[in-house]
């Protein structure tokens, strides 16, 4: 989603009346509960929370030029990997066996055996529809972030065909995009 990301492709930033970004706020301790003790450092109510619209419907929520969480249409807001580095317990863990490394860096959907073989690892509570953090095997920081097309029991018991949507990796645009000018 973000291979080719570069701030050509904003459209627009607004920033936002406080009651949007109260629900912003909201929306995102709701999905993230362990940000909430961090998330007057993170989203500081006084200073100016700015929504950043891009192409294909997808908004980055930026403070103090730094981009923190992004969202598709209405979907959950995810955080961007540099924030998630910082916080890694914040969201469900899927493993990736050692095969799927260079393909998942390059871009691609993770399959459903690259997280049922011996090197993966799946949380049995996932849910579909669910932003998750991909690890590596072998590897302490999550390589990308995901969004389930089938929950993790399924993803077991069916074991083929795409089972996370891979959203945002590390060295894609958004990565290299430290601060939005």
């Known amino acids: 989603m973000f291979k080719k990301f570069s701030s050509e492709e904003v459209s627009g930033q607004n920033q936002v009346k406080a009651s949007v970004q109260r629900k912003i706020r ?21 200073s100016p929370l700015i929504v950043v619209k891009c192409q294909n419907h997808l908004n980055l929520v930026v403070v103090n030029n730094v981009p923190l969480f992004f969202n598709m249409r209405d979907g959950p807001y995810m955080p961007t990997l540099r ?41 049995e509570e996932v849910a579909a529809e669910r932003p998750v953090a991909l690890m590596a095997e072998g590897k302490q920081h999550a390589l990308a972030i995901g969004f389930t097309k089938m929950s993790a029991k399924d993803i077991k018991a069916i074991n083929k065909g795409i089972g996370v949507d891979n959203m945002h990796y590390l060295n894609d645009g958004l990565w290299k995009m430290e601060k939005l000018e």
């Open 26 to 46: 909201q929306s995102i301790t709701d999905e993230y509960p362990g940000l909430e003790p961090v998330m007057d450092d993170l989203l500081p109510k006084k």
């Open 83 to 123: 924030l998630l580095h910082q916080y890694p317990d914040i969201m469900k863990k899927l493993q990736v066996d050692r095969g799927a490394i260079r393909f998942v860096l390059s871009g691609a959907n993770i399959m459903c055996p690259g997280l049922t073989s011996p090197g993966g690892y799946l949380d």
